[in-house]
Structures are given as structure tokens and as C-alpha cells.
């Protein structure tokens, strides 16, 4: 496989990975000693109060983010990734698509477990409780607005955020693979697709911008600073790499698609 196909890092770089090891840790000390996460708990009620508060312009906008806040509105950002992914836009070669998609997955894979380890520790802590939507007072509940679409907008445990965590690491894996301002787009894209939950009151801008942000620091870092996500996504693309051509063959206008075209 061409060395240019793999989209992590070849060797250590260890001041890189002391480097984003030690953003993550600042932001998650910031938030962690009560001096500072007092001025955090400031900023997440103004910032509740401001973006609930949009609620109140009418019943057409609150039906919106009633609605992007259904379950089924989280396919919306994976087809985006997906399609990011599997189709050569963005910067992404297509001899580059087949590793980029599988060095994406095992880099979610990895991230899992930074994420939970994160969540117990902040309920161990007692750092992690009721969504705003649960804690603050007026509270615009799109759940109780429209009982019949079954929105999300709480949450009893709601650091760090899930979603959060994947965005920032699908928009860093990104910024980091192609290094291009084409790519910087992917930022934008996240950061609108958290705002649902925080209209919504499900979860404390904190959750994402500081735990689902330190979750993909560190996650990224030990992609992209050290050798080990790339010699497994290259072991992984020998074998899964004539099994998608093979599929692309097999089942009628799949080989139109890039990422089945030999």
C-alpha cells in the first residue's frame, strides 16, 4: 500500500502528544477545580438561557429543533460522515477512501473507552448531573411542547457529550489527515449539529466544548502522534481492500460508487 494512502501518523512525536494531552487536561482542570468551574457554570446558564430562551420566537421554531432533536435526526450527521468518507470530496483521494474509512472506525473504537473513563470519572467526582433543562428555571421543554415526537432534551448524566465526542473527532481526523482549509468546513458542520441538544437543554455547552473536546484531544493524539492506529488501519485495508472491490462487482451499480471502483 502507498505510504501517502494512510491517514494517521508513522512514528511517536512525543512533544505532539504531550502537546495534546496537556489541552486536554488543562480544559478538564479548568472545569474540574471549583474556582474556575464556577465561571464555567456562569457560562452555561447564559448560554442555556440564551438558546432555550430562541424558543419562545413561535411555535415554527420550537417545532425545528423539537424535530432535530428526534432520535431519528442523528442519521443526518452520519450520512454526512459516511458520505466524507466514502466519496473523494474534502481533499480525500479515492485510492485514499478504503483507509480512511476504516482508520475512522478504529479511531471511534478507540475513543469509546476515553469517553467512558471520562463519564465515570466525573460521576465519581459528583461533576456530572441533571441537564440544564432538568436544573434551570424557565425552562422551554420541546418534549412537553410535542409529546408526540419524542424529543431528547434531558439528560440525569450529560458529561461528557457522546455526540459531541464523535464530532470533534470526526471534524479532527479530517483537519489532521488533509491538513487543507477545505477541510476546516467539517469544524462548522460539528458545531452546528451540537446545537440541537443545547436548544434543546440536554446538555451544558460544557459537556460538549469541554468534555467531548478533551475525549477527541486525546483520542487524536494517539492516532495521529504514534504508530499504532495506522500499522493496524494498513493491516486491516490489505485484507478488507479486494473485499470491497469484490462487493462492488458483485451487487449492480455499486461500482459506481468510489469506494467499490478498483
Not at 473523494?88 to 483521494?93: D, F, S, T
Not at 466525573?122 to 428555571?137: E, F, H, K, V
Not at 412537553?144 to 432534551?153: A, N, R, Y
Not at 459537556?207 to 484531544?217: P, R, W
Amino acid at each position: 500500500m502507498n505510504p501517502q494512502t494512510h491517514p494517521f501518523g508513522n512514528c511517536w512525536q512525543l512533544k505532539s502528544l504531550a502537546l495534546f494531552h496537556g489541552l486536554a487536561m488543562v480544559l478538564l482542570a479548568s472545569w474540574i477545580f471549583p474556582g474556575s468551574h464556577s465561571l464555567w457554570l456562569w457560562m452555561d446558564e447564559k448560554i442555556f438561557f440564551l438558546l432555550n430562551g430562541s424558543l419562545s420566537s413561535g411555535e415554527s421554531w420550537q417545532y425545528f429543533w423539537a424535530a432535530m432533536n428526534v432520535r431519528i435526526s442523528d442519521v443526518v450527521p452520519m450520512l454526512i460522515i459516511l458520505i466524507s468518507l466514502t466519496f473523494p470530496i474534502l481533499g480525500i483521494k479515492q485510492h485514499q477512501l478504503h483507509s480512511a474509512f476504516i482508520g475512522f472506525v478504529l479511531l471511534i473504537i478507540l475513543m469509546w473507552p476515553i469517553r467512558e473513563a471520562l463519564y465515570e470519572l466525573a460521576i465519581l467526582l459528583d461533576l456530572s448531573g441533571n441537564s440544564p433543562s432538568i436544573q434551570l428555571q424557565p425552562a422551554y421543554l420541546l418534549s412537553e411542547i410535542f409529546p408526540q415526537l419524542g424529543t431528547k432534551d434531558s439528560s440525569t448524566h450529560s458529561f461528557p457529550g457522546d455526540h459531541s465526542a464523535v464530532l470533534w473527532t470526526w471534524s479532527g481526523f479530517l483537519v489532521l489527515m488533509l491538513r487543507s482549509r477545505l477541510a476546516l468546513i467539517t469544524v462548522l458542520i460539528s458545531v452546528l449539529f451540537m446545537l440541537p441538544r443545547l436548544v434543546a437543554g440536554a446538555h451544558w455547552f460544557t459537556d460538549n466544548f469541554v468534555g467531548g473536546l478533551a475525549v477527541a484531544l486525546v483520542t487524536l493524539s494517539w492516532a495521529f502522534h504514534t504508530p499504532l492506529l495506522q500499522k493496524l488501519t494498513t493491516l486491516l485495508c490489505e485484507y478488507l481492500t479486494p473485499f470491497f472491490y469484490r462487493l462492488g462487482k458483485l451487487i449492480p451499480g455499486l461500482n459506481l460508487l468510489p469506494f467499490f471502483r478498483s
